[in-house]
């Protein structure tokens, strides 16, 4: 009886460990050595060019000179899949010696790949092409690919990532009191879920971001910018701005509405926040 009981638990044991390669097999973590990779990425965006229309700030994504996506991002997320199946994923951080550069062993075939690239403080989560989460559903500068990869016996590309956010950057005119201790801003009319195929935001969302006021915010104007990705059904934020003391109650609110976004280009909004509070002789803007 004892060695029946002995013999089951070891059929048991294998059948858990075989198992378990299998769901690897389906979905590997990490990336291979260069020297045994069949699969070498390197990663690009344009570099930044910037024309102004009006008070839309637009980054040229065509321009022929092309940067290191390091330069731009410090998170950089990848997932490969085949069909709906997600074969392999990797992520990456400044930390890492090959940042920019995505190396890895998959079988031979045919891959859908897609690439994020961007500053959030954790990695981004890649259900599939069309639906890409965030931390905290919270938007940092991003980059991203989407597109087909066939991987032969040796296969090194360059991918070039596009800049894939909208950006609303506040430019504070005035000198915030000392009392002031926070900015909450929140927006609507775009979207904190990526779709990477369609390079367009795919959910309604209610975004916020909230800022420490600093000590040269007391003394100078100062910028502020938050991110969002633009939607097909939508084309304006509404964003209100609210200013907290260290108490957290409310000292000023100001609402901006109608503000056209667009996806790679900056849209400026200038104005005060209180319209009362008197600051002479400003210094130019602080970028945060």
């Given at each position: 009886?004892?060695?029946?009981?002995?013999?089951?638990?070891?059929?048991?044991?294998?059948?858990?460990?075989?198992?378990?390669?299998?769901?690897?097999?389906?979905?590997?973590?990490?990336?291979?050595?260069?020297?045994?990779?069949?699969?070498?990425?390197?990663?690009?965006?344009?570099?930044?060019?910037?024309?102004?229309?009006?008070?839309?700030?637009?980054?040229?994504?065509?321009?022929?000179?092309?940067?290191?996506?390091?330069?731009?991002?410090?998170?950089?997320?990848?997932?490969?899949?085949?069909?709906?199946?997600?074969?392999?994923?990797?992520?990456?951080?400044?930390?890492?010696?090959?940042?920019?550069?995505?190396?890895?062993?998959?079988?031979?075939?045919?891959?859908t790949v897609v690439?994020?690239?961007?500053?959030?403080?954790?990695?981004?989560?890649?259900?599939?092409?069309?639906?890409?989460?965030?931390?905290?559903?919270?938007?940092?500068?991003?980059?991203?690919?989407?597109?087909?990869?066939?991987?032969?016996?040796?296969?090194?590309?360059?991918?070039?990532?596009?800049?894939?956010?909208?950006?609303?950057?506040l430019h504070i005119?005035?000198?915030?009191?000392?009392?002031?201790?926070?900015?909450?801003?929140?927006?609507?009319?775009?979207s904190s879920t990526?779709?990477?195929?369609?390079?367009?935001?795919?959910?309604?969302?209610?975004?916020?971001?909230?800022?420490?006021?600093?000590?040269?915010?007391?003394?100078?104007?100062?910028?502020?910018?938050?991110?969002?990705?633009?939607?097909?059904?939508?084309?304006?934020?509404?964003?209100?701005?609210?200013?907290?003391?260290?108490?957290?109650?409310?000292?000023?609110?100001?609402?901006?509405?109608?503000?056209?976004?667009?996806?790679?280009?900056?849209?400026?909004?200038?104005?005060?926040?209180?319209?009362?509070?008197?600051?002479?002789?400003?210094?130019?803007?602080?970028?945060?």
């Open positions: 009886m004892k060695q029946l009981l002995h013999y089951v638990s070891i059929c048991l044991l294998a059948t858990l460990f075989f198992s378990a390669c299998e769901k690897v097999n389906l979905e590997e973590d990490g990336q291979a050595a260069t020297d045994e990779a069949n699969l070498i990425l390197r990663l690009v965006t344009p570099k930044p060019t910037f024309s102004t229309q009006g008070t839309l700030e637009k980054n040229n994504s065509a321009s022929s000179e092309l940067i290191n996506i390091a330069k731009v991002c410090s998170r950089i997320d990848c997932a490969l899949f085949k069909g709906s199946k997600k074969m392999k994923r990797i992520t990456q951080t400044t930390t890492e010696k090959h940042f920019g550069q995505l190396a890895m062993s998959v079988s031979e075939g045919k891959y690439i994020i690239a961007h500053n959030g403080e954790g990695a981004a989560t890649i259900s599939s092409p069309q639906k890409i989460k965030f931390p905290h559903n919270k938007v940092t500068d991003t980059y991203s690919f989407c597109g087909e990869v066939t991987v032969e016996e040796k296969t090194e590309k360059t991918l070039t990532l596009l800049q894939t956010v909208a950006v609303v950057s005119t005035e000198k915030l009191p000392v009392e002031a201790a926070q900015i909450e801003l929140k927006y609507t009319g775009g990526l779709d990477a195929k369609n390079g367009v935001g795919c959910v309604k969302s209610r975004q916020t971001e909230t800022r420490e006021i600093t000590d040269k915010m007391h003394t100078s104007p100062s910028q502020i910018k938050i991110y969002t990705f633009p939607r097909t059904d939508q084309s304006a934020l509404m964003v209100t701005a609210t200013v907290l003391n260290k108490a957290d109650h409310i000292m000023t609110t100001k609402e901006f509405t109608d503000i056209e976004v667009q996806t790679g280009s900056t849209s400026i909004l200038t104005s005060r926040l209180f319209p009362d509070f008197i600051d002479a002789d400003a210094p130019p803007f602080t970028l945060l």
